[in-house]
Nanobody
Framework: QVQFVESGGGLVQPGGSLRISCAAS????????MGWYRQAPGKERELVAR???????LYADSVKGRFTISRDNAKNTVYLQMNNLKFEDTAAYYC??????????WGQGTQVTVSS
């Protein structure tokens, strides 16, 4: 059973930083690309960062240069380092596999709130 447990969110001021984590289980983690997704109130869930099995990365334009995705296959964990946070980064953040392997079993997410 595929499971994701996100953690590390919180309240941060504009310009601040956070690192969020996602522990995955139920599949061979090292064999799959992973993504960080976010959903703001009233908006669709969007993919903001992805990492391949060979550590290739790709970012949405809105976070490029500010966010860094990484993975630790020994810990079955994917991370998202978020720097220079902006108000518009406020959202619930989730990890999951990448299409076409996205699991229907989303985790509870971790809330990131950017506020002064």
């Amino acid at each position: 059973q595929v499971q994701f447990v996100e953690s590390g969110g919180g309240l941060v001021q504009p310009g601040g930083s956070l690192r969020i984590s996602c522990a995955a289980s139920g599949f061979i983690f090292s064999s799959f690309g992973m993504g960080w997704y976010r959903q703001a109130p009233g908006k669709e869930r969007e993919l903001v960062a992805r990492i391949t099995t060979t550590d290739g990365t790709l970012y949405a334009d809105s976070v490029k240069g500010r966010f860094t995705i990484s993975r630790d296959n020994a810990k079955n964990t994917v991370y998202l380092q978020m720097n220079n946070l902006k108000f518009e980064d406020t959202a619930a953040y989730y990890c999951n596999l990448l299409a076409p392997f996205i699991s229907r079993s989303w985790g509870q997410g971790t809330q990131v709130t950017v506020s002064s």
